[in-house]
């Protein structure tokens, strides 16, 4: 499989860290070049400096604005002279019960994580036509689908569930073009994606996690493990694709408590 991703190109967007980097280094570790997206400058130019200027390229855009997602998109195709794949990563949580939202919340965690999705895939649907294995990978959340995730999520946890029925449609929508579409679903791996949350609604959330899901939780992941299943996904013949696949840690440990 490895070898229909080498020297092909694909768009990572949410690049600079967590499930996006690692992707992107997966995919580079298989000859393939990237652009990434983020918006931290700083920490795409790390990235890049690892990956290195002969396989990555940094793009800063943030996925709630569609001019400039358009843009960085047409730009990866136009630097590399391709564009063979889109992998929707960029997300955002924000912990919280439905009474607590602020507004604030509610338009990042739907702004990102629908409308950044449909940004992305509406710039790239016309560049990957040209591709001979164009592929778009979604990646949703096992919070969408799975009652024993980490509560005081729902506002993500629906907005993933909405990324899910999105993917469906794509996928029949891109078959007359034939660009495969898979909807990708992990579960929880260590990363930054807490970094930033409101310490007394994270403890809120983790409090009723115990109460209502008991002591234990899934445990045994790494980013490097989602990372592998997108190049699987990607690495699929032309005319096959993985409609839907969900890679969870598969180990019991005692939840936190804060």
Same mark, same amino acid.
């Given at each position: 499989m490895s070898q229909l991703i080498e020297n092909h190109v694909y768009v990572v967007t949410g690049a600079s860290r967590g499930f996006g980097l690692a992707i992107a280094k997966e995919l580079v570790s298989r000859g393939a070049k990237v652009g990434l997206l983020a918006r931290d400058e700083a920490k795409l130019a790390e990235a #890049?400096?690892? %990956?290195?200027? @002969?396989? !990555? /390229? !940094?793009?800063l855009a943030d996925v709630t604005d569609s001019d400039a997602v358009t843009k960085a998109i047409a730009a990866v195709s136009e630097h590399f002279g391709r564009l063979? +794949? =889109?992998?929707?990563?960029?997300?955002?949580? &924000?912990? +919280? %019960? #439905?009474?607590?939202?602020? @507004?604030? @919340?509610i338009r990042a965690q739907l702004d990102i994580n629908i409308a950044g999705v449909i940004y992305a895939c509406r710039a790239a649907i016309p560049l990957l036509q040209g591709s001979p294995n164009p592929r778009i990978v979604n990646i949703s959340s096992a919070s969408a689908y799975h009652h024993d995730e980490m509560l005081g999520l729902s506002l993500y946890a629906a907005s993933k569930a909405a990324v899910e029925r999105l993917t469906r449609d794509l996928r029949r929508e891109m078959q007359e073009k034939e660009i +495969? #579409?898979? %909807? =990708? &679903?992990?579960? !929880?791996? !260590?990363?930054?994606?807490?970094?930033?949350? @409101?310490?007394?609604?994270?403890?809120? +959330?983790?409090? =009723?996690? /115990?109460?209502r899901c008991g002591p234990h939780m899934d445990f045994g992941m790494d980013v490097s493990h989602v990372a592998e299943a997108v190049a699987f996904c990607l690495g699929m013949d032309p005319g096959v694709s993985v409609d839907e696949l969900e890679i969870r840690p598969n180990r019991l440990m005692d939840k936190i408590r804060l």
């Open positions: #890049v400096a690892e %990956l290195g200027n @002969d396989k !990555a /390229h !940094a793009f063979d +794949g =889109l992998i929707n990563n960029a997300g955002v949580a &924000r912990p +919280g %019960l #439905v009474a607590q939202y602020s @507004d604030e @919340d +495969g #579409v898979t %909807l =990708l &679903r992990p579960g !929880a791996a !260590a990363t930054e994606f807490a970094a930033g949350w @409101d310490f007394d609604k994270l403890k809120s +959330g983790i409090e =009723l996690w /115990h109460k």
